[in-house]
């Protein structure tokens, strides 16, 4: 297994226009996280699943970001009617949910620009 | 309300001297910290972690020492090399939360 990937590593958008990306955890992980991170500050959390249930999200998660992990392997967050202020680093992370810790495994990341 | 502090965000060392990274944190629930290291246009990478039952845990270079009391843990890199130059992130889970808060990182330079 090679690790996290995320898809796309960049990301240029027009204010306005709906962006998907998509996240491929580590196989046996069951749990799969998404981050925001803008410059200066640490990763922000934005939602994560157990399997394919969404069990947290963010209160800073607007009603335009919505996030899937249909089948428990895969998932995809997608911003719709981005605005300015959704330029960010998203990050994907996974971990096992047997660890007491969390170690979480991150992804390159998706760096979005909304123009 | 800022759970996970790291109040340095830059520190710089020269090369082969000690680097100590600091964390401070608010909320006594937290049963684990953990270090990540980021690399620019990389995504964080685990480093170390401890236990809030220790209060110190060693792997090569790198100790973590936590202070329960003060709600304190460092990061301790000895001797600092110059591809230890990143950003450094303190994290902090409780048991069954589903979730880790991040402190904004230290950016760490090793001067050579």
């Known amino acids: 297994d090679t690790g996290v990937s995320q898809d796309p590593r960049h990301k240029i958008t027009k204010r306005g226009q709906n962006v998907t990306f998509r996240c491929d955890p580590i196989?046996?992980?069951?749990?799969l996280y998404w981050y925001r991170q803008t410059l200066g500050q640490g990763p922000e959390f934005l939602t994560y699943f157990q399997n394919e249930a969404q069990l947290e999200k963010s209160r800073l998660l607007s009603d335009r970001f919505s996030a899937e992990r249909p089948k428990g392997s895969f998932s995809t967050l997608e911003i719709q009617r981005t605005e300015q202020g959704d330029s960010a680093m998203y990050l994907c992370?996974?971990?096992?949910?047997?660890?007491?810790?969390?170690?979480?495994?991150f992804g390159p990341g998706t760096r979005l620009t909304v123009l | 309300d800022q759970q996970v502090k790291q109040n340095s965000p830059s520190l710089s060392v020269q090369e082969g001297r000690i680097s100590i990274l600091n964390c401070d944190y608010t909320?006594?629930?937290?049963?684990?910290f953990l270090w990540y290291k980021k690399y620019p246009a990389e995504g964080p990478t685990f480093l170390i972690s401890?236990?809030?039952?220790?209060d110190k845990n060693e792997d090569g270079r790198f100790t973590v020492f936590l202070n329960k009391s003060a709600k304190h843990l460092s990061l301790h890199i000895v001797p600092s090399q110059p591809g230890d130059s990143a950003v450094y992130f303190c994290?902090?889970?409780?048991?069954?939360?589903?979730?880790?808060?991040f402190g904004d990182g230290t950016t760490l330079t090793v001067k050579p």
């Open positions: 994290a902090a889970s409780a048991a069954n939360a589903g979730k880790s808060t």
């Open positions: 909320n006594s629930m937290f049963d684990y």
């Open positions: 196989s046996e992980h069951n749990r």
């Open positions: 992370a996974s971990s096992l949910v047997v660890d007491p810790s969390d170690t979480q495994y």
């Open positions: 401890i236990s809030s039952i220790k």
